[in-house]
């Protein structure tokens, strides 16, 4: 009374060869019967009647795993030649966005910005402040109001890393970054591992141990933004004397 009827297995096997490049599994097979009106059976149905008749459902094929983007050839492993910058919050004011640029060579806090907003502005007001701050301000004013480059000279002053934020990403923050002749890198959407340098940022802010309740800031409430930038003052203070020389 309750067993499968020839007609219902044949439709199971026609039901395979139509969509089995399409549903590729017995679950969506079964579905897909009802749904054509061909046969009303249960998943399981569809698995049994295909494993008795030697048809296995392939699974499609895993896409190819992408390579990490190495850092381009001229940028070396020297001073003010590859900075990392990342916008990061303090658990004690979460409203407060700070924007912090370190040099990934020698670990030093160049300059950190603090706003209400992270966007295009606050990362082209820190890459100024920073510019300045190294007295890299003119070597790109000369690059900006120089004409016929040689290709030794056309290469980026320097190299800065981030992740795929989207203040980093946007068209505002790529124009001014090629107007500054600095290169940009960017790891791979959904991979943190090539973006492993990135953290060191917010490691030396000390503001990812969230559970610290805003033990390094102690700012609290909307108008806690002077109290943020007097806490990234003393934190970058306290990270030059620590750091590696």
Not at 41 to 56: F, K
Not at 102 to 109: A, C, E, S
Not at 140 to 167: F, K, T, W, Y
């Amino acid at each position: 009374m309750h067993s499968l009827l020839a007609d219902e297995r044949d439709a199971i096997i026609a039901l395979f060869d139509a969509w089995s490049d399409i549903d590729r599994s017995h679950r969506k097979l079964a579905y897909r019967g009802s749904y054509e009106q061909l046969v009303w059976v249960s998943p399981a149905t569809v698995r049994r009647v295909l494993a008795a008749n030697g048809l296995v459902l392939r699974r499609p094929r895993r896409a190819a795993r992408s390579q990490r983007r190495p850092f381009p050839q001229w940028a070396t492993y020297t001073k003010h030649s590859i900075w990392i910058y990342d916008v990061t919050h303090f658990a004690g004011c979460p409203r407060v966005a700070v924007i912090t640029i370190m040099d990934l060579v020698t670990r030093k806090w160049i300059c950190e910005v603090v706003s209400g907003e992270e966007t295009g502005t606050q990362v082209q007001a820190a890459f100024c402040d920073a510019l300045e701050l190294e007295g890299l301000d003119e070597l790109v004013a000369e690059r900006q109001d120089s004409v016929a480059l040689s290709d030794a000279v056309r290469r980026p002053i320097l190299l800065a890393v981030s992740d795929n934020g989207p203040q980093m990403t946007c068209g505002s923050t790529r124009e001014f970054i090629a107007m500054c002749a600095i290169g940009q890198h960017f790891g791979r959407p959904g991979t943190p591992t090539d973006q492993a340098e990135v953290p060191v940022v917010e490691d030396a802010g000390g503001t990812r141990q969230r559970s610290s309740r805003g033990r390094f800031c102690p700012a609290r409430g909307p108008a806690g933004g002077p109290k943020v930038r007097r806490c990234c003052t003393a934190r970058g203070r306290s990270h030059h004397r620590w750091r590696p020389r």
